[in-house]
């Protein structure tokens, strides 16, 4: 049965079954995101980890635990909270303004972005949040603030952009807790990105007419003392004070127009074939603000309804095949932290369902007793209408700018190159409708970021995770001792589990780029991991990697233009998709294709309109040919080897903002069951060994003995299918 928390806060039909894969693949996907590893559930008995080497990994485990919660006792708070700071300037109001200009950096861009906490965390911020900080602590230290608003002339905007790029707030001290995949990446991404923008060309070499207007929109704070307003501003400070402007007006921080926020929906988008031509519908969506936190994590998943149950005692492989062979209807679920949060179903005819997910079904049986369900071992499906596409949609909206759509496929029965040509006719047989099950039970983890996260923020991410993820370690416990269905693991499934390789790729790609000191973020940028089930004789996940918005900010140096910067920034970036997993185990990666230029994947060059790649795929063809009509740059292979899947480069020319796309608009994907290690302390660790587990760089050792069937590699890992493993940073 469902769980009763689920079924209390979506409010699904009672009498709903969450069959054995679901919780199967659930705790696969918990156990990869917690411990870095997957699992195989076609482990044989004899392969399985003894009672006493269980109890071992158990303990290091708790002893983790513990340790976790007495090193989030002590851990520095100056980064998270504000009294470390109005401790640092005694609760004065100009030692406060100091402070702020002194720890933070001032970067332009539009609007509400980071927020108070997000500057607090990553110490950048236009004049707007840095005002916000600066507000938060004047009135954490018993001051009345208020926000000034004004716009600087042509003048005094030009002096400000120039005076940013020889300001240069020192990075804090960044322990080595990336695997060396990710370092060699960021080792190797500067000549990659120069033997790309050879075959680009030139690019623009000013900062665009929007940094221009981000800049001169200045915000400031005034303070009341002694009877009535000063103005306080951590920009114009001594001579450069006389730049400041009128104020145009005056607003408190809790009455700021939504207008000014960054924000970001998240829709579902499906497609219905229907009567000759594709019908879009939206199921579901979802928006936040930017500026609420530093980082948002979701996890979308679509739960199936009226399905026909495989015989009982059937194997976990035979209930999925049976769930993505007769689902007929699926809920989208969007999970963040303990919420779960839903809208509309849909069926596999592409109909929105506006009542309870069941009931549709249920009222089609009984009127209609030769229906799709009693048809599914027929070569085509016999409802007039088919569910033949469902698209995740990133809508994302920035203060003064028209919104801007980003689209990742799930699944598409159609495909992108017949939807561009005149479609005939369209029928589902039973292959496709086996797949289109197949990956509507994947997962889907979802992370916006709107400040950059320092390794400290990981860190004490990592340690949180420990102290917080007791119900998830004890079902894994459960799991290794053979428990497959009570209630530890019940509840393992109700407790949410943080993005931590999503998190940890979001760290690294800041910490790495090629240049801290002139790259920041100056819009929300999201990245994915999507867990797809593979069903064949075993039941096994793939994980693909997606970096879905990389938009920077960029101040040119005078040596290397904002352009070239995110150029560069997005080489990283494609490769940091690669570096999350062994190169054996992927692929569909720009970087890595690229990487065999002039070798199997013959020269590359730029594609246009008039000259297509023909020996690309159709599929492939018709993307290019999409990015191309919005005005992308693209840079292609000029021939492919034997099993290489397709990927190339797409540049905005306007800004030089650059990405890799796959096949599927997806990064690197990571095949078989040997899903990342996010966080590792080395490659080629022997059982038996010690692995240490430092978060703090202070606290927290952890000793892991293992023996056995337990492998060390940057963790441990139960040889019987069942991931348990330990976290190491190596500070």
């Not at 337990?710 to 976290?727: N, Q």
Request: proline content about 6%; hydrophobic content about 45%.
């Amino acid at each position: 049965m469902m769980d009763s928390k689920l079924l209390e806060i979506v409010a699904l039909p009672a009498g709903t079954t969450v069959l054995l894969w679901r919780r199967f693949f659930t705790l696969m996907v918990l156990a990869s995101s917690l411990f870095g590893f997957a699992t195989n559930s076609t482990a044989q008995p004899e392969d399985a980890a003894t009672s006493d080497e269980v109890q071992q990994a158990a303990d290091a485990i708790r002893e983790a635990y513990d340790a976790a919660h007495l090193a989030l006792k002590d851990f520095p708070r100056d980064r998270f909270a504000t009294d470390p700071a109005l401790d640092a300037s005694d609760y004065d109001s100009e030692a406060i303004a100091k402070w702020v200009d002194q720890n933070t950096r001032w970067v332009p861009y539009r609007g509400i972005l980071r927020g108070a906490e997000g500057v607090l965390l990553d110490r950048k911020g236009n004049s707007l949040d840095r005002s916000l900080l600066l507000a938060r602590l004047l009135e954490d230290a018993g001051y009345d603030a208020r926000l000034a608003r004004g716009h600087l002339s042509e003048e005094a905007a030009e002096a400000m952009l120039s005076r940013s790029a020889t300001i240069d707030i020192a990075a804090s001290p960044s322990a080595p807790i990336f695997r060396d995949e990710m370092v060699r990446a960021a080792e190797r991404a500067p000549g990659e990105a120069a033997a790309l923008a050879e075959l680009v060309g030139s690019l623009p070499n000013r900062d665009s007419p929007e940094v221009r207007k981000a800049v001169a929109d200045h915000w400031w704070v005034e303070t009341y003392q002694d009877g009535g307003w000063t103005a306080v501003d951590p920009l114009l400070t001594g001579p450069l004070a006389a730049l400041r402007p009128d104020p145009e007006e005056r607003l408190s921080p809790e009455t700021l127009p939504d207008s000014l926020f960054h924000k970001v929906t998240i829709r579902v988008v499906i497609e219905r074939w229907e009567a000759g031509e594709t019908v879009e519908e939206v199921p579901f969506e979802h928006s936040l603000r930017a500026a609420d936190a530093p980082y948002h994590d979701f996890e979308l998943l679509f739960e199936p309804f009226q399905v026909e149950p495989a015989p009982e005692g059937s194997s976990v492989v035979s209930e999925a095949e049976a769930v993505a062979e007769t689902a007929q209807e699926w809920l989208p679920v969007l999970r963040h932290g303990g919420d779960f949060i839903y809208q509309e179903a849909f069926d596999r005819a592409g109909n929105l369902l506006r009542r309870k997910p069941g009931e549709v079904a249920i009222a089609r049986k009984l009127e209609e007793a030769n229906s799709a369900l009693q048809g599914l071992g027929s070569s085509a499906e016999a409802d007039p209408t088919h569910l033949t596409a469902l698209w995740l949609e990133y809508r994302i909206e920035l203060p003064g700018r028209e919104p801007n759509s980003v689209r990742r496929e799930i699944f598409d029965i159609i495909g992108p190159g017949r939807r561009q040509r005149a479609i005939a006719g369209q029928s589902l047989d039973a292959a496709a409708i086996r797949e289109r099950g197949r990956l509507l039970m994947g997962t889907h983890r979802i992370l916006v970021t709107s400040a950059e996260p320092p390794t400290i923020a990981l860190e004490k991410s990592v340690l949180e995770l420990w102290a917080n993820q007791g119900p998830q370690i004890a079902a894994l416990v459960r799991l290794a001792r053979g428990a497959e269905d009570d209630e530890v693991v019940a509840r393992a499934y109700r407790e949410p589990v943080m993005a931590l390789d999503l998190l940890v790729m979001a760290t690294a790609r800041h910490q790495l780029s090629p240049y801290p000191s002139s790259i920041y973020l100056a819009s929300p940028n999201i990245l994915t991991a999507h867990f797809t089930l593979k069903i064949d004789d075993s039941f096994d996940v793939q994980r693909a990697f997606d970096v879905v918005v990389n938009d920077v900010g960029a101040i040119g140096n005078g040596t290397v233009p904002a352009a070239r910067m995110r150029l560069e920034q997005g080489v990283l970036d494609t490769m940091m998709e690669a570096a999350m997993a062994e190169p054996d185990e992927r692929w569909g990666n720009a970087a890595d294709l690229f990487a065999l230029r002039g070798g199997a994947t013959g020269g590359w060059r730029m594609i246009n309109a008039e000259s297509p790649n023909t020996q690309l795929p159709d599929a492939v063809r018709a993307r290019i040919a999409d990015a191309l009509a919005d005005g992308r740059i693209v840079v292609a292979p000029g021939q492919l080897g034997d099993d290489m899947e397709p990927a190339w480069w797409e540049i905005d020319p306007a800004t030089g903002t650059t990405l890799g796309i796959g096949p599927k608009g997806w990064g690197a994907v990571i095949t078989g069951d040997q899903v990342t290690r996010a966080i590792m302390l080395q490659l080629g660790k022997k059982a038996g060994e010690k692995v240490l587990f430092r978060a703090s760089c202070k606290v927290a050792v952890v000793v892991l003995k293992a023996t056995g069937h337990i492998t060390i590699v940057g963790g441990a890992a139960m040889r019987s299918g069942y991931a348990l493993a330990m976290l190491a940073l190596n500070c």
